[in-house]
Nanobody, 126 residues
Framework: QVQLAESGGGLVQAGGSLRLSCAAS????????VGWFRQAPGEEREFVAG????????RYADSVKGRFTISRDNAKNTVYLRMNSLKPEDTAVYYC???????????????????WGHGTQVTVSS
C-alpha cells in the first residue's frame, strides 16, 4: 500500500504559477501511474493530468493543456504538477492519485486509481 501527501497549494493571483508535489511513502513509487485531479466547490472531481509509471506518456485535460505540466522523480518518490498562467477557474482542491501499472497507458478515470491523497487547496484570485 502507498500513502500519498500533496503539498504546494496556496493563494496566487491570476497569471501566476504554483508547483504542487505529491510525495509517496510506504512503497516505491516507480511502478505506479499517477494522476492529478481537482474538485471545486459544488462540482464533481475532474481529471487534470496523468503520467505513466515510466514517464513515457502524459495526458492532460483540455482546460489545462499548454499551462500545466506533470512530471515525476522516481528517485524521490514524488510527482509534480507545474501550473502556469493560472486562472480563477483553476481554483479547487487538488488531489493526487496512484495505481499500480506496468504499461504506458495513462489513467484518467477516478475509478482507475486505487490510492488518493487528502488534497491541497489552490485558490486563484482575479
Amino acid at each position: 500500500q502507498v500513502q500519498l501527501a500533496e503539498s504546494g497549494g496556496g493563494l496566487v493571483q491570476a497569471g501566476g504559477s504554483l508547483r504542487l508535489s505529491c510525495a509517496a511513502s510506504g512503497r516505491t513509487f516507480s511502478y505506479y501511474a499517477v494522476g492529478w485531479f481537482r474538485q471545486a466547490p459544488g462540482e464533481e472531481r475532474e481529471f487534470v493530468a496523468g503520467i505513466s509509471w515510466n514517464d513515457v506518456s502524459t495526458r492532460y485535460a483540455d482546460s489545462v493543456k499548454g499551462r500545466f505540466t506533470i512530471s515525476r522523480d522516481n528517485a524521490k518518490n514524488t510527482v509534480y504538477l507545474r501550473m502556469n498562467s493560472l486562472k480563477p477557474e483553476d481554483t479547487a482542491v487538488y488531489y493526487c492519485a496512484a495505481s499500480p501499472s506496468s504499461s504506458w497507458y495513462v489513467y484518467f478515470e477516478i475509478y482507475e486509481y486505487d490510492y488518493w491523497g487528502h488534497g491541497t487547496q489552490v485558490t486563484v484570485s482575479s
